[in-house]
């Protein structure tokens, strides 16, 4: 299902004290349509503007949010839509003007009759499409009239109205829309031309299933059923700009409709005011229509020419979160393993006869993993990794000392797996400082191993841990070093690993590989003989950064009925982790696999190859996000799912 805007496309350029501001995407369908996707709904506009810069940034502005803007149509012979909108003070408040003509050279860049391919837009719109309209000309009444699909209509203005007889009027409206939104002016006008009575009078003639009325500072009337639902204003917030609170205001009811599954509900309709009047509030706030959204397009004259005819727009290069993270990796894990605190491993009693629980979640979980590796091989004692919800559902009372890995040093669920446990049995490895830490948790300063360092590069920024799995990792291997006498120098081989995959991944991982990925959609990942703790990393941030989905596999198990998805499904494309020694079976097994497998061998053997293909796993991510052209550390995400993320309850 999408929700889809339909209609001309129109430039709002944005002025204060006579400066110009900058320039923005405007129309009041297309901002409804702003609001929906940057909640993570599927979107799409159709329309047309001309092939010129104002047409560029109009794009732009849908598509910087993710719109679907393959059915917008650049017209050579016409001019883009202009709306020019100045601010001013006026009694200590802000106020502003709306025009259609430029107020350095007084232009008009606008045509009246609207350039929709009306066919050509009714042959592409699906049948479970909601679609989304701010006004009623020609071409979208003909779209209107000849689909069956949900509409939605928002009227600011009732000009149109006036050249039309009541009986044209009727025929323009009555029974066609699902949900209309009407501002309190356009309410009174019709109200008074057909000389009524009260609003539900004007309900039945126009026969919407839901009609709202916004009333500014007065709050808003929900009519369904032939009854009234008033609800007031509580809290206006600071009102810096009310342009766009209308369109902010229905794009929220539009977004509680569907997740009602598309269902009118009296009894949500408070909820529903209550999420409209919280987004509205935000965009109140800020300059702009879509202020709230993202900041203006900074634009300047080109030449002799006023802004309204041409412009030069210099487009910021967009900082790649996970570039910065990756660029600084090797040194913020050569930092965590010179901490001091790195040390306190060597005060931590393992034996044989111990059990231990390793925990982390989301990009920690391979810290977790690479611990209980190391720990068990040392030591030939029973360690688990584990997610901190799988340790509640565990009869806990032979383990010996539990170890929490996490970025923050305060995530709630590692903390509520750990209840029943006595506080100097947990150890915290974490960048954290430990003033924060220490403020929140009961936990020993001797028990919590940071791995912060006053020359570290800044924390790592961004919705996927490459520090936050690596460092934890490096800790325990110069533990496992240390332990095992090797003469391996572990900042040489930190540093050498980083090199060689750097150059490696960017090889195996290039465009012709990636668009293999994106046919498919999905990835196989092989796990084992010390290829565990990279393949947990890379399902975790393929996952997370939403670009493909993943099937994480145990080698020998794929042999027992997998292989049947992965044929019958056409999953062909996969990521194989090895270690340097090759089995008898994974000679098989890579065989079947064939030319649409990225093979990644270490180097090495055991947990040297474990730590090196973590290392991998990092670049793995890195250059298939550089191949899509995208920034896997900045998902899209909707705030419901925000509402998961941060849930510091019970688990």
């Known amino acids: 299902m999408r929700v889809v805007s339909i209609g001309d496309l129109v430039l709002d350029y944005y002025y204060k004290d006579s400066k110009l501001l900058g320039v923005c995407g405007g129309m009041s369908s297309h901002n409804i349509i702003a609001n929906l996707a940057k909640k993570g709904l599927n979107t799409a506009v159709y329309g047309v503007c001309g092939n010129d810069d104002q047409g560029l940034i109009a794009i732009k502005s849908l598509e910087k949010l993710k719109v679907d803007i393959s059915g917008v149509k650049k017209i050579n012979s016409v001019r883009t839509r202009c709306f020019h909108v100045s601010y001013f003070e006026e009694n200590g408040h802000l106020s502003f003007l709306s025009k259609k003509r430029c107020p350095y050279c007084n232009n008009k860049k606008w045509y009246d009759e609207s350039l929709l391919d009306t066919k050509a837009i009714i042959s592409s719109i699906k049948n479970d499409d909601i679609l989304v309209f701010d006004n009623l000309n020609i ?28 009986e044209e009027l009727c025929c323009k409206i009555s029974g066609k829309f699902d949900i209309v939104n009407f501002n309190e002016r356009v309410t009174n006008y019709l109200l008074k031309r057909f000389k009524m009575r009260n609003e539900i009078e004007l309900y039945n003639l126009f026969r919407f299933k839901l009609m709202l009325i916004t009333r500014g500072e007065k709050g808003a009337n929900f009519i369904y059923n032939d009854k009234v639902y008033d609800f007031s204003l509580i809290n206006k917030g600071s009102v810096v700009d009310s342009t766009g609170a209308g369109d902010a205001f229905l794009s929220s009811i539009i977004r509680d409709f569907i997740k009602n599954e598309l269902i009118i509900s009296p009894d949500l ?39 309204c005819e041409k412009f030069i727009y210099n487009e910021r290069k967009k900082i790649k979160r996970c570039n910065l993270n990756v660029n600084n990796l090797e040194t913020r894990v050569i930092n965590a393993i010179n901490n001091d605190d790195s040390n306190k491993l060597n005060d931590i009693i393992f034996n044989k006869n111990s059990s231990f629980l390793f925990i982390g979640t989301g990009g920690s979980f391979a810290g977790a993993n690479f611990a209980s590796k190391v720990i068990n091989h040392l030591y030939g004692c029973n360690t ?29 669920d590692l903390l509520k797996s750990v209840i029943n446990f006595d506080n100097d049995r947990v150890y915290l490895i974490t960048k954290g400082n430990y003033n924060s830490i220490s403020k929140k948790i009961d936990i020993s300063k001797k028990n919590i191993i940071s791995y912060r360092t006053s020359n570290n590069k800044g924390k790592e920024r961004g919705f996927l841990s490459f520090e ?86 145990e080698k020998k198990n794929f042999s027992h009925g997998r292989f049947i998805n992965f044929e019958n499904l056409n999953n062909y494309c996969s990521i194989f ?47 298939i996000g550089k191949c899509l052209d995208i920034d896997v550390s900045k998902p899209s995400f909707s705030e419901d799912a925000m509402k998961i993320y941060f849930y510091k309850g019970d688990l």
């Not at 270690?579 to 079976?585: D, L, M, S």
Request: aromatic content about 16%; glycine content about 6%.
């Open 139 to 166: 071409k979208n009444q003909f779209i209107i009239d000849n689909t069956n699909n949900i509409k939605i209509i928002d009227i600011g203005q009732y000009f149109e109205f006036e050249s039309l007889s009541d």
């Open 269 to 307: 309709f408070e909820k529903w005011y209550d999420n409209s009047c919280k987004l509205t509030t935000k965009v109140v706030s800020k300059m702009g229509a879509r202020g709230h959204l993202y900041s203006l397009f900074k634009i300047k004259k080109a030449e002799e020419s006023c802004t």
């Open 384 to 412: 688990y990794a584990l997610y901190p919800r799988d340790v509640l559902y565990r009869n806990n009372d032979s383990i010996n000392d539990v170890f929490l890995f996490s970025y923050s040093g305060t995530t709630n």
């Open 468 to 553: 936050g799995a690596v460092a934890p990792s490096a800790i325990f291997l110069k533990y496992y070093l240390n332990k095992t006498y090797s003469d391996i120098m572990i900042d040489d081989f930190i540093k050498s690993s980083i090199n060689y995959w750097e150059k490696e991944i960017g090889l195996l991982i290039n465009k012709k590989m990636v668009d293999g990925f994106k046919k498919h959609n999905i990835i196989n990942i092989f796990r084992g003989d010390f290829g565990d703790t990279a393949s947990f990393d890379l399902e975790s941030k393929i996952i997370e950064s939403g670009i493909f989905n993943c099937i994480v596999h």
């Open 577 to 623: 982790f090895k270690q340097k020694e090759t089995t008898t079976y994974e000679k098989e097994l890579l065989n079947y696999l064939g030319n649409n497998n990225v093979l990644i061998e270490s180097k090495y053997n055991g947990l040297l190859a474990e730590f090196d293909l973590l290392i991998a796993s990092q670049f793995i991510i890195y250059y």
